[in-house]
Each structure stands twice: as structure tokens, then as C-alpha cells.
């Protein structure tokens, strides 16, 4: 047991180093920037898992906490000097708006059953939408705005370089947080809420906490994003922030962290490499199509997503005779 | 002395239904109290308004003179009631030892520490084990708990009642379910912890003799209402309880 942990320790300490040594072997910018991204996104889909995988909360408003990262960001940039102090000033602003904004929200409507608390969080977020489409001495509305990054991050290699010491951090950081007595309890609170109830665990305490981790790493997505891009419209408060986040961390796997890295990778790798098959033949024009087939497939072969399904496999390799008795009992049962 | 635990005309309402029916009752502090009834005479209804589950219609509950009325389930297992449940409730897709360590867990208040690792929380574990031990579930400590057979699932569940360490027991129908082979361990948990003479014990069960073994007192429920309360000979004696409930029941039992 204890030699596979250290084994995949090692193996993600090679890849963090392969993927650090990459651009300075690599003169390839498209494949910079889509690695950051790809990074980006790995962040956003982790603070999802910590609602959907570990603590059991389907949250349809979690692009709310991305967005108010990117506008936090963007709007300090482009108003005071666009400088290092600024940059990180802005992530601390974003996170601490979005901690707030997610105490706040996840104390009032989380006590709703999990399907109307989902509706509501996609009622609570669609109004921040509103307000940033209409707020245009702020925002500039859904035109929105260009602005200067720190001179440094000119530099696409060392903007690559932060985004992927963020990733790391934030990993081994939520790595703790779900392996620690807390998370023990998240997890108890997605297997049975009630049970854990009457265990003497303050639920509610536990799933708002849950939506302020997952709203404050969102943010700090956000800022990156908008950094990345040196642009900012309402499209960082958008549904399809929230659904690429779910998708990624459905695909890669649900309660796992390291899934959602891998499933922002196949995400963003698709989308790229779909819609540059447009030149081969004018179908790939409407890739999201195919997207589509990919994702309902994987939904129907892979339920646990990709490294719950691998995680599944090797407990079904060391554990033939569990395997035999619980698949004997269900055919009793039957 | 102050009962432990006392119910004052606790009643509850659904819509036209009474299901507990001003029920006064109440049990000394490390005394063994058995609740029988006929199936449908509110006996789970009941534990269920004393462990904070449902709310009364009217009624309240006391715990050592304390109104809890208001109090979460939460809040009573903190302050001390504890409860299994007769349809086994433990969390699936976790580790037989993970689920009691949970329940040690929320005994040693340890509920929102963040940063170290569970595993170093080395007391927890061995808690946990000894629990396992208690129940003869060792042996199936990394098994996941719906891998359990429902024996098996019924002695989590009391390894997880034990682990809160509270001073009240409510147990709903531990052995409800099981086979035959399986009741004695059951039955001999349950005897070890009424000889360690710490806990105050409320038992819902229909086996007869095994109620008749253990109870200090026993109180009938009948339609919702309390039938009859008094020792096991009282009880045995009691022609209403005869009439109502016993007669069936116990002669098919001997049968």
C-alpha cells in the first residue's frame, strides 16, 4: 500500500519537474500557452471537486468566484500601475471578495436540499452577470477591456513558470485540506449528510466552509486567467465557465484532485485539437458537436471518470476475492 | 434524583395521524429500559423526537432537568444522547474503520482542525480498533461498509454509537434482520455494556427473552400511547399488555 503512494509521489514529482523544464526545451509559444491555460483550468476544476467530489454540493454559479477573481485583477491592473505589488494585491482582493461573497451565499442557501441550491446558485451568479453587463464605468460591459500585465510576465515562460508553482501549491495545499480531520468530515457529509448529523457534526458549518475554499481558489483561477489573456469581458461570469469546470472535473474524476488536472488537460486538448480539424474537413467547423459524442460517452463508459475508473481497476487487481464475495451477494440479492 | 432523561405529554402529529401520543415518561441515570410494542405503536417515532430526528407536535424532552426543546440532533448527541438506527446507516462508500473513526473523531471534538494529516491522529485509530475488537469486526476493518453483510452492518453501527461515548444509548432494533448466528454477539455487546454500569440504556427489541434478560424496566407502547411501564415482572403480569400485545407475540416466540 504504502509503496503505490510513494511510487505516484514520485511519478507526480517527475511530471511537475518535466512540465517546469518544458519551455526552456520547447520553443513552441502556441504549447506554452496552452499548457497555462491548461493550468488555469486545473485550478478552477480542483476548487470544483472540493464542492462536487469531496463535499457532495452540485453548484451551477461556481464561474461567479472565477469572475470576480478576473474583474479583481483586470480592474487594479488597468486603474494602478500594472506592477508585480499590484498583481498580487489584486489575487489577495479577488480571493477575500469571493470568500466573502461565498460565506455569504453558501450560509443562505445552503440549507436548501442539493437541487435548489443549485438552481439558486445559478440565480445568485446569473446576477452577477447582470451587474457586470450593466456596471460599465467598471467593467465596460461585455465589450469589455484590454490592460497591461507586469512587465515581467512580457516574459510567456515565466508567466508559464507562476501559473504551474500556483497549481502545485494549490494542490498540495487542498491535498491537506481534504486529507485532515475537516476533510474527513466533507466527505462523511457527501456519503450520508444525515448520518453525520447525528455523529454530532455541524453539517451546515462544514458545506459552507467547503463553498469558501472552492470560492477562493476559483478566484485566484480567475485573476491568472485574466492576466493570461490581458483582457477582460463578462464571459469570465458566464454558464460555460461553470459547465467547463464540471465537465473537467467529471471526466477526470470526481473526489480525486488529480483528476480534474487530467481533465482540464483533455478538455482544453480537445477543444484545440477539434477545432483545428476544421481545415481538414468542413464538419470539424461544428467540433463542440463531436465534443458533445466525446463527453456522453464518457459519461456512459467511464461514470467515475478517468482516474476514478484507473483507481478502480487496481483495487479490482488487488482484491479479487472482495470482488467475487460483493458480486456473489448482488447476484443473491438479485 | 433527577431522571436522566424525562418526556413530558410528548406528542406527535402527522397531518390526521397521532403517532406518539402524550407519552410522560422517564428513566433514571445508568438504568437498562426496554420499549416494546406492537409494530406501528410509535416506538422508533419516539427515539426519534428524543435524538432531535423529528420535531413534537407538543411535548417537550428533558435531559437532566434540561429542556431540549429546539435542539438540534446535533446538539443532543453533543450533550450526550446517542443513537443507532434500526435501518443500518452507515457511510457506504467508506472504510469500516474510517466510519468509527469518525465517530471517535466527533467525540474528541476534532471537527474543524485543517491542516494535519488524519492519519497522524494516531489516537483516533487505535480508539477505533479497540471499538472494532468490541464488536468482533477486526477482520473487516478495510473493507468498504457496503461490502458488509447486514449483521455486520448492525455491529458498525454500535461500534459507531460506542465510539460517540454518550451517556444515553438508544438502541432501535440492534439485531432487527439478522440471523440467527449472528444475534449473540449483539447480545453479548450489549450485556458488556450495561455490566460496565456507565451508561443509561433505552432499547427497542421484539425478541422477549432477550428483553426480559436485560431490562431494568420496561415500557409498552401501544397506538402511540404508553401502555404500561414498570419492571419486567410488572410488565409480564399486566393483563392490558397480555391482552394487547404480549399474548401473540410471545407465545409465537416460544413456539
Same mark, same amino acid.
Given at each position: ?46 476548487? &470544483?471537486?472540493?464542492?462536487?467530489? &469531496? ?280 | ?255
Amino acid at each position: 500500500m504504502k509503496s503505490t503512494f510513494q511510487v505516484s509521489k514520485i511519478i507526480l514529482f517527475a511530471i511537475v519537474v518535466a512540465l517546469a523544464i518544458f519551455p526552456f526545451v520547447s520553443d513552441s509559444r502556441t504549447w506554452t500557452i496552452l499548457l497555462t491555460q491548461i493550468f488555469i483550468f486545473s485550478i478552477l476544476a480542483m476548487s &470544483y471537486d472540493i464542492l462536487l467530489g &469531496y463535499t457532495g454540493i452540485v453548484s451551477f454559479g461556481h464561474a461567479m468566484f472565477f469572475g470576480m477573481g478576473a474583474y479583481a485583477t483586470a480592474i487594479m491592473l488597468d486603474r494602478f500601475e500594472p506592477t508585480i505589488g499590484i498583481f498580487v494585491l489584486s489575487i489577495a482582493v479577488g480571493m477575500c471578495i469571493a470568500g466573502i461573497i461565498s460565506f455569504l451565499v453558501g450560509l443562505l442557501t445552503l440549507r436548501l436540499k442539493s437541487h435548489f441550491f443549485a438552481m439558486l446558485t445559478m440565480a445568485v451568479s446569473g446576477l452577477f452577470l447582470v451587474l457586470a453587463e450593466k456596471w460599465r464605468t467598471l467593467t465596460f460591459g461585455n465589450d469589455g477591456f484590454t490592460f497591461k500585465a507586469p512587465e515581467i510576465f512580457k516574459d510567456r515562460m515565466m508567466y508559464y513558470l507562476l501559473v504551474l508553482g500556483c497549481l502545485v501549491l494549490v494542490y498540495l495545499l487542498l491535498r491537506r485540506f481534504v486529507d485532515s480531520p475537516l476533510g474527513r468530515v466533507l466527505i462523511a457529509v457527501r456519503e450520508n449528510e444525515q448520518r453525520t448529523k447525528s455523529l454530532g457534526f455541524q453539517t451546515l458549518h462544514y458545506k459552507v466552509i467547503a463553498s469558501v475554499v472552492a470560492g477562493v481558489i476559483a478566484s485566484l483561477a480567475g485573476s491568472l486567467y485574466a492576466v493570461s489573456l490581458r483582457f477582460v469581458n463578462t464571459s469570465v461570469l458566464t454558464m460555460d465557465i461553470t459547465l467547463d469546470a464540471l465537465l473537467m472535473t467529471i471526466i477526470g474524476g470526481v473526489g480525486t484532485l488529480i483528476g480534474p488536472i487530467i481533465g482540464a488537460g483533455v478538455i482544453e486538448l480537445a477543444q484545440h485539437y477539434l477545432s483545428g480539424l476544421a481545415k481538414e474537413h468542413p464538419i470539424f467547423e461544428r467540433w463542440i458537436i463531436f465534443f458533445g459524442i466525446v463527453y456522453i460517452l464518457a459519461v456512459i463508459f467511464f461514470p467515475k471518470g478517468i482516474v476514478g475508473t484507473v483507481k478502480h481497476l487496481f483495487w479490482k487487481r488487488k482484491n479479487p476475492i472482495k470482488i467475487a464475495i460483493s458480486s456473489k451477494r448482488k447476484g443473491i440479492a438479485k | 434524583m433527577e431522571p436522566i432523561l424525562r418526556t413530558e405529554n410528548l406528542t406527535i402529529k402527522f397531518g390526521g395521524q397521532t403517532a406518539v401520543d402524550n407519552v410522560n415518561f422517564e428513566v433514571p441515570e445508568k438504568h437498562f429500559k426496554s420499549i416494546i410494542g406492537p409494530n406501528g405503536a410509535g416506538k422508533t417515532t419516539f427515539f426519534n423526537l428524543i435524538s432531535g430526528e423529528l420535531k413534537a407536535t407538543s411535548g417537550d424532552v428533558f435531559f437532566r432537568g434540561e429542556s431540549l426543546s429546539g435542539k438540534s440532533s446535533v446538539a443532543r448527541t453533543r450533550k450526550g444522547i446517542g443513537r443507532s438506527f434500526q435501518i443500518t446507516n452507515v457511510f457506504p462508500n467508506l472504510t469500516v474503520i474510517e466510519n468509527v473513526r469518525l465517530a471517535v473523531q466527533s467525540k474528541e471534538k476534532i471537527r474543524y482542525q485543517f491542516f494535519r494529516h488524519f492519519a497522524s491522529y494516531k489516537d483516533l485509530h487505535i480508539q477505533a480498533e479497540r471499538l472494532l475488537e468490541i464488536v468482533l469486526l477486526t477482520s473487516k476493518a478495510n473493507a468498504f461498509a457496503t461490502q458488509l453483510s447486514h449483521g455486520e452492518k448492525r455491529k458498525l453501527e454500535i461500534a459507531m454509537l460506542l465510539a460517540l461515548d454518550t451517556e444515553v444509548l438508544l438502541l432501535d432494533e440492534p439485531t432487527a434482520g439478522m440471523s440467527l448466528e449472528e444475534v449473540p454477539a449483539i447480545l453479548d455487546v450489549i450485556k458488556q455494556i450495561k455490566q460496565t454500569g456507565e451508561r443509561t440504556i433505552l432499547l427497542i427489541e421484539h425478541k422477549m427473552d432477550m428483553i426480559m434478560d436485560l431490562s431494568d424496566s420496561i415500557m409498552v407502547l401501544f397506538n402511540g400511547r404508553l401502555l404500561a411501564d414498570g419492571t419486567p415482572k410488572e410488565i409480564m403480569d399486566n393483563e392490558t399488555v397480555q391482552h394487547a400485545y404480549l399474548g401473540g407475540l410471545y407465545d409465537e416466540h416460544l413456539a
